[in-house]
């Protein structure tokens, strides 16, 4: 289940970021704190991004950054954020984004559950509007129970 990945701690939202950089420094940042990755994977993805685009938006409205296990991956964690005004990752067919998932993984298998979860969840184009509009933490996470 989802909400064994994600709660009231590893869960933001925002109205707005001033960037794609921003929204995903917002999105690891619960890890960093967590212990789950060092500092510098968030760098990986920003260095990631600069040479190959935004390759961890996924579809319409949401993203999952990532970078490899070795780019500072500690313990396996997911993080959400939520922006409901939206921020353009550079991904025309996808943009804005509003659901943010920031994952770390130890290594390709570990986390073979919780991406099928996500790949549920990224499925229901409904879903992923109803996280945009929810207003609180626990309506975020009512959602994310069902995955």
Known sequence: MLTDWINETNLNMVTHVEGWQQ????AVQPMVEAGAVEPRYLQ???DMHREIGPYYVLG???AMPHARPEEGVIKTALSLLIISEGVSFDSPDNDPVYVVFALAAVDSHSHIEMIASLSQLFCEEETVGKL???RTKQDVLAILSQF
């Open 44 to 46: 990986a993805i920003y």
């Open 132 to 134: 945009r509009s929810a």
């Open 60 to 62: 319409e409205g949401i």
């Open 23 to 26: 929204a995903v420094a917002i």
